[in-house]
């Protein structure tokens, strides 16, 4: 796989099949469609490629959209480069592009990238306000030379694996299933920060997630059972999101977590989260040691939702 920027030349590369999205998280159905393109690659003697942007189409059309991402531009990278496909175009999305027909935008594939196949994903639309759709493409490439191919959607128990599928079991806590249409499991990377220093007092030091990438999705406010990488090496652990209604620190939303059986000072240090289960919904107890003796419980749960040996 070469990741192909705007820098680079393409006038020396061959001819390809290629598909075109956002592919934000390559998720299970992104594999899937990238297959259909190697196939089709393949079966024509051409390359395969895909053509996606570095910053979501939405951030450049409206300047004030906060997106929810499930993938930051360097993990959607790192994702891409992993697939089979030979190249991976990474065109800045520009208001002039968004001002192309999609008929013009399939002659600058063609003529810039040498895309002779376009293979579609079954819903994707392209093209200045997105008003035209598959049968529109199929007579522009007729006209072009360029071939036009709807591929199939991967469909799992009657519904299509989107991003926003995901996006919308993130939000719900739905990580066991968000993790199945992904393919791998959700993640948060971020700084260890300070927090009240409330933590240890009750016996469970948490470290506080400081997001590397705003604008990643952060999944719905609860306590999740969690595997947690630091310095290489990674660690079971139970993780808050919320408030902290029990010992009202304000409005700021908290990510943080107890790494099990773990007494490290690991302020300022890199730490990424792996969501594998969602426990229960934050609450108000009366009392921090009615809060310590529910925190007991939820470590009890994480070490049997992680197969951990019991204490
Ligand atoms: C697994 C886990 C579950 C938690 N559940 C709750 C909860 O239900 N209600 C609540 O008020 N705080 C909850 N907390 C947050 C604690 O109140 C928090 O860890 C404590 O305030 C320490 O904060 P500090 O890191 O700022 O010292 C939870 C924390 C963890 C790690
Ligand atoms: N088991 C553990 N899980 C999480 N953090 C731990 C653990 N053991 C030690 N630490 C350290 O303690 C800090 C958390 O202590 P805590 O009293 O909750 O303070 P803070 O409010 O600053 O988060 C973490 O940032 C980390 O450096």
Redesign the pocket.
Known sequence: MRIITDTDRTENLGPCAATIGCFDGVHRGHRYLINQVCKVAAERGLHSAIVTFPVHPRQVMQTDYQPQLLSCLHQKTDLISQLDADYCFMLPFTRELSQLSAREFMQVLQKHYHIQVLVIGYDHRFGHNRTEGFEDYCRYGQELGMEVIRAKALVEDGVSISSSHIRSLLKQGAVHEANRCLGYEYYLDGT?T???????KLGF????LLPACPEKLIPAEGVYAVYTYVQGIRYAGMLNIGHRPTVNNGSDLSI????LD??????RKQMRIEFIAFIRSEQRFDSLEQLTVQLKADREQVRKLLQMPVR
């Open positions: 260890v300070d927090g009240y220093k409330v933590g240890r030091p948490t470290a506080n943080e977590v107890n790494i773990f007494s490290e000072n690991i302020y």
